[in-house]
């Protein structure tokens, strides 16, 4: 096993989870590296994990849900990555508020979902994960993840369609 070329090409999805738990880009980008770490101290136990993803997702999950607890579930409002913008240049500015409002008004319903919730919908429609790799990831059944996935994008659902109601 390569340190180099099997575990840092997680540290993307890693962090995007962590983030997604931490609600914060400083403490998912510690997460990131604390998890890194564990996994470079257990590198000679890892030729025997069968999904090294799902291990590193994992741990960090616990990483991430151990580092919240101890901030007493303190809630910080998620900030969108740099990177993860589209371009914005182009358009009027009514267009680029509306799209910046929306953006904002998502990820802070997503926020408002709890910590499995937010997790799965992650895995699921953000990372392409399947239903068992999630389930492998959060040690539940894949069923458990169906009917919490579709409790997750129903809320969100809702959510946006009582948004859209108070502008008709």
Do not use: C
Not at 27 to 53: C, G, S
Not at 111 to 136: S, V
Not at 151 to 166: D, G, H, T, V
Request: charged letters at 35%; zero cysteines; aromatic letters at 6%.
């Amino acid at each position: 096993m390569d340190f180099k070329h099997d575990i840092l090409p997680l540290k993307n999805i890693i962090f995007r989870t962590a983030l997604r738990i931490a609600l914060n880009r400083e403490e998912a980008e510690d997460i990131v590296q604390d998890t890194l770490m564990k996994l470079w101290e257990r590198r000679n136990e890892l030729e025997k994990v069968e999904n090294l993803e799902a291990f590193a997702l994992t741990m960090a999950r616990n990483l991430a849900i151990d580092r919240k607890e101890k901030m007493d579930n303190q809630h910080v409002s998620f900030d969108d990555e740099e990177h993860d913008r589209p371009d914005e240049g182009t358009g009027n500015a009514d267009n680029t508020l509306m799209r910046t409002e929306t953006r904002s008004f998502i990820a802070d319903t997503i926020n408002t979902l709890p910590e499995k919730q937010r997790t799965i919908l992650q895995l699921r429609d953000i990372e392409g994960k399947t239903y068992r790799e999630i389930a492998e990831v959060l040690s539940i059944s894949e069923s458990d993840v169906k009917v919490t996935l579709f409790r997750a994008r129903n809320e969100l659902k809702e959510k946006i369609l009582q948004k859209k109601s108070l502008f008709l």
